[in-house]
């Protein structure tokens, strides 16, 4: 059976610095997959070979059977991978519902219309209301997003994923500069979540991660060093010696 | 609080209060002490500065070169007219087509860029084509410029009106401005508009949202040379003529500090209110010093340190103080 998502021996050089090195692993449908390592271990790298930002330097990428190594980031959305930034990376004199408007499909398929208001989108601004309902954000939908508080806009964050209808979420350090409350509130929504969408989740809150995620590749040094499911993670002893697993 | 999606007003106070005061202006001009054809001209540059805030406010994207724009459409107008025989119409269109075609080819070599590569990469473009006109004298005029631009009559089919008159040119070009205004207005509320403005806030995200955000790029740039080569056009036909001063680097620089003081990046109607202030300036100050530039200059400066919303966005603060009640 072949995997629904899948990283094939990636490879990824920045002039003499190995980034990373033979990364491999495979997701299946529905599966919540978190990759976890140190800082510099080379997990956002990994993040941009997978989403299209970066190309690598060997390896491939394989989503659903199609090999999606080195497309355009685009391209790459428009096969149905939507993915968050761990640096805010909002419209921020947009409101909430409009950011997450422009993540929709239905807005996508009228994007050259320069005649009709973007007001009348209502298909768009439908799927764009639900999945700011769905984070918890309904009653704020006109706030501009440079005004949210700060877990507000993480959530939001997650909301423009979802409003793209993905079938497959990237999830970059969600947990980053979360208080105990905002990630609970996140772990809740992921578990929502869980069953729908395909999620890769990088982290290196271990605790949040072991907490939600079927399975785990360790990432250290640009390889992974370990891969399995929480339990069996808490146990290796490379994991162990490695301090993550707190 | 706003709207989560802005709407356009069907009806703006902003552009009825624009069309009354211009609609009446060949009443009262006279008596304020102006002359009619200033009027004439701040529409045109009016045209032009709207045309230019699509792609400064709008998409985010200076262009230090759209005087070259303006300029073509001020000599493929007079070009289409000495050299095809074409009448108002056709050369119009001519005036609207050469500037979407240099607009086109331009953009096509930018718009993978943004920022400071983005505005040196407009300058350098501008002059080309500026140079091009000084030098290509067998189409140009040379430094001369095309001279003999008639104002060919408006031909409605079932009526004619002669152009003769600055006041005919004047409603002529008070109709066309008003188009440009509600197409304008309409496109900035629009899907387009509205991405448009997320790939100007953040590119990468556009980009991950899956939009192509080069081509919204590419086409901001032609749709608002389209604008910019109809105000040329309009330009040659009032002047009657076409030269290298429309295109160079000073009339670039014009229409930056009309959008910037009006405040096209708070306000759609900032460059409307920014062309008259410039003109006026230029025409108040000018009768009392040759070196109006150099004070309108410090206004500029002082608008871009202290006010960067322009005049405009004093508007707005104004608005609000007078109606603390209101949201």
């Known amino acids: 059976m072949s995997a629904f998502f899948s990283a094939e021996g990636l490879a990824k050089r920045f002039g003499d610095r190995l980034v990373l090195q033979d990364v491999t692993f495979a997701l299946t449908e529905g599966e919540v997959h978190g990759i976890i390592g140190p800082n510099g271990a080379g997990k956002t790298t990994c993040f941009h070979v997978l989403t299209g930002k970066h190309k690598p330097d060997a390896g491939r990428v394989m989503f659903r059977g199609q090999d999606i190594t080195g497309l355009e980031p685009r391209a790459i959305a428009r096969l149905g991978i939507a993915r968050s930034f761990q640096l805010m990376n909002l419209f921020d004199d947009y409101s909430a519902l409009e950011n997450a408007m422009i993540a929709t499909r239905p807005l996508r398929a009228v994007g050259f219309d320069t005649w009709r208001p973007a007001a009348d989108a209502r298909a768009a601004i439908d799927r764009a209301g639900a999945a700011l309902e769905e984070v918890g954000l309904g009653t704020k939908m006109a706030v501009k997003a440079g005004s949210l508080s700060y877990g507000d806009r993480r959530a939001l964050e997650i909301a423009v994923a979802l409003a793209a209808d993905p079938q497959m979420l990237f999830l970059d350090e969600p947990t980053a500069g979360l208080g105990a409350e905002g990630i609970d509130r996140l772990a809740g929504l992921v578990r929502k979540l869980k069953g729908r969408i395909t999620m890769l989740v990088i982290e290196h809150d271990m605790r949040f991660l072991l907490g939600l995620a079927d399975r785990v590749s360790v990432v250290h040094w640009g390889q992974v060093i370990a891969r399995g499911t929480p339990a069996e993670l808490r146990a290796d002893p490379w994991v162990r010696r490695s301090g993550m697993a707190a | 609080m706003n709207a989560p999606i802005p709407r356009a007003a069907t009806f703006p106070p902003?552009?009825?209060?624009?069309?009354?005061?211009?609609?009446?202006?060949?009443?009262?001009?006279?008596?304020?002490?102006?002359?009619?054809?200033?009027?004439?001209?701040?529409?045109?540059?009016?045209?032009?500065?709207?045309?230019?805030?699509?792609?400064?406010?709008?998409?985010?994207?200076?262009?230090?070169?759209?005087?070259?724009?303006?300029?073509?459409?001020?000599?493929?107008?007079?070009?289409?007219?000495?050299?095809?025989?074409?009448?108002?119409?056709?050369?119009?269109?001519?005036?609207?087509?050469?500037?979407?075609?240099?607009?086109?080819?331009?953009?096509?070599?930018?718009?993978?860029?943004?920022?400071?590569?983005?505005?040196?990469?407009?300058?350098?473009?501008?002059?080309?084509f500026w140079f091009v006109s000084i030098k290509w004298h067998a189409v140009t005029g040379g430094e001369d410029g095309l001279l003999n631009i008639r104002r060919p009559a408006l031909d409605l089919g079932f009526a004619q009106w002669s152009l003769a008159s600055n006041e005919a040119l004047h409603y002529l070009v008070l109709v066309a401005l008003v188009v440009v205004v509600m197409l304008l207005a309409r496109l900035v509320h629009s899907p387009y508009g509205r991405i448009l403005g997320a790939v100007k806030q953040n590119e990468a995200r556009a980009a991950f949202s899956g939009h192509n955000t080069w081509l919204y790029k590419w086409s901001a740039f032609v749709i608002s040379c389209a604008v910019t080569g109809l105000a040329g056009s309009f330009f040659a036909l009032a002047q009657q003529s076409a030269y290298p001063n429309v295109m160079s680097l000073h009339s670039s620089g014009f229409v930056v500090m009309m959008v910037l003081v009006g405040g096209g990046l708070v306000s759609f109607w900032g460059p409307l209110v920014g062309a008259a202030f410039f003109l006026l300036a230029r025409d108040l100050l000018g009768a009392y010093t040759e070196t109006w530039l150099l004070w309108f200059g410090l206004v500029f400066m002082a608008v871009v340190l202290f006010k960067p919303e322009g005049i405009a966005g004093m508007w707005r603060d104004g608005a609000r103080r007078l109606r603390p009640a209101s949201p």
């Open chain 2, 14 to 128: 902003a552009l009825l209060a624009t069309v009354a005061l211009l609609a009446t202006a060949p009443l009262w001009i006279t008596k304020v002490g102006l002359y009619p054809y200033i009027a004439v001209e701040v529409m045109i540059w009016m045209m032009f500065a709207l045309g230019y805030n699509l792609l400064l406010g709008y998409a985010g994207l200076p262009s230090f070169g759209h005087g070259a724009f303006f300029g073509i459409g001020a000599y493929a107008f007079g070009l289409a007219q000495l050299k095809l025989g074409a009448q108002l119409w056709g050369a119009l269109a001519a005036g609207v087509a050469a500037a979407v075609v240099a607009g086109a080819l331009v953009a096509a070599c930018i718009s993978h860029r943004r920022g400071i590569y983005y505005a040196l990469l407009t300058i350098a473009f501008g002059q080309v």
